[in-house]
């Protein structure tokens, strides 16, 4: 299974950017999506995640701001920031809470990260 994120970049303050996290490989089911970020000397936190229903959960510091979603035929979960602060720079990650056939367990898997950073 592989995740594979898009979409970073640089961008002024008051900007927006949409990234995108794709799994593919051998993929039963894909339960909770979840997007997190890890800014240089700081630990990875939670930005939003969403269930395979799509219920969503969000930072307080992003709420209001960001949104989370995603599209189950194509494995695909998105993270839409609007109105990005000089704080919200950071390396993206995205994680899929994974079954990879029925009788397996669910694993966590880790997508590539993709920079965004946001100039003041």
């Known amino acids: 299974v592989q995740l594979q994120a898009s979409g970073g970049g640089l961008v002024q303050a008051g900007g927006s950017l949409r990234l995108s996290c794709a799994a593919s490989?051998?993929?039963?089911?894909?339960?909770?999506m979840a997007w997190y970020r890890q800014a240089p000397g700081n630990q990875r936190e939670l930005v939003a995640e969403?269930?395979?229903?799509?219920?969503?959960n969000y930072a307080d510091s992003v709420k209001g701001r960001f949104t989370i979603s995603r599209d189950n035929a194509k494995n695909t979960v998105y993270l839409q920031m609007n109105s990005l602060k000089p704080e919200d720079t950071a390396v993206y990650y995205c994680?899929?809470?994974?079954?990879?056939?029925?009788?397996?367990?669910?694993?966590?898997?880790w997508g590539t990260g993709t920079q965004v950073t946001v100039s003041s």
């Open positions: 969403i269930t395979s229903g799509g219920s969503t």
């Open positions: 994680k899929g809470d994974i079954k990879t056939a029925a009788w397996r367990p669910v694993i966590s898997y």
């Open positions: 490989g051998s993929i039963f089911t894909i339960n909770s």
